[in-house]
């Protein structure tokens, strides 16, 4: 496993803000992706974080909106632009560690950010 | 892309029953199947997996049975505890590592 660390924990943001979430990894992971858990709902994968060019998005999501970086193998970051309440979601991070390029790969979430948009 | 279907939403079940939760996926590609646990204000949590080439796996009081056939994936908790009381959430992946996730089942064990 891995241990993945996620800043903030929450915060409490004015609409039309933005705010960064960071992700760091104790340990080089081959994969890494943000996912968005709305109150109540399932876990929806926002994008694909690629170490060194852009993410690779989801239907529904697009940069401008969600920006994300991946510098290098254990650390990346997304930003939620130009906040709306409807942003209001927690935002996971999570790794994929495979050693060897395998199918079967498990995954590890981040404890996540708690977002609150006014 | 891939389709997860899970059920039933919500789960109650007396101590000490089993507890099953089913989920249908539709992508035929798909062959690596988790299962999460996510307890209130916590991070979902890896419980149990299957992958595509094995029909049934056991862990201590749990189990993940796969059809392939059928493309559906169950899971068994059997002795329910209090503490088993969480959301559960299964999920399925094609050939690259990208995660489908189901709707989730909420189960309360009642004590």
């Known amino acids: 496993s891995a241990v993945i660390s996620q800043k903030p924990s929450r915060d409490i943001c004015q609409r039309g803000t933005s705010l960064t979430i960071q992700c760091q990894v104790d340990s080089q992971v081959t994969m890494m992706f943000w996912y968005r858990q709305q109150p109540g709902q399932s876990l929806t994968l926002i994008a694909t974080a690629n170490q060194g060019s852009e993410a690779t998005y989801e239907s529904g999501f697009v940069i401008d909106k969600f920006p994300i970086s991946r510098p290098n193998l254990t650390f990346s970051t997304l930003t939620v632009s130009n906040m709306s309440p409807e942003d209001s979601s927690i935002y996971l991070c999570?790794?994929?560690?495979?050693?060897?390029?395998?199918?079967?790969?498990?995954?590890?979430f981040g404890p996540g950010t708690r977002l609150t948009v006014l | 892309g891939e389709n997860v279907e899970q059920h039933p939403s919500t789960l109650s079940v007396q101590e000490g029953d089993s507890a099953v939760i089913k989920c249908t996926y539709s992508d035929s590609a798909s062959n690596y199947f988790p299962w999460y646990k996510q307890e209130l204000g916590k991070r979902p949590q890896l419980i149990i997996d299957i992958r595509s080439n094995v029909g049934e796996k056991k862990d201590q009081r749990i189990a993940v049975t796969l059809n392939k056939t059928a493309k559906h994936f169950s899971l068994h908790i059997t002795e329910t505890q209090p503490e088993d009381s969480a959301v559960y959430f299964c999920?399925?992946?094609?050939?690259?590592?990208?995660?489908?996730f189901g709707s989730g089942t909420k189960l309360n064990v009642k004590p």
């Open positions: 999570s790794v994929v560690i495979a050693e060897i390029p395998s199918t079967y790969n498990e995954q590890f």
């Open positions: 999920a399925a992946t094609p050939l690259q590592p990208k995660f489908y």
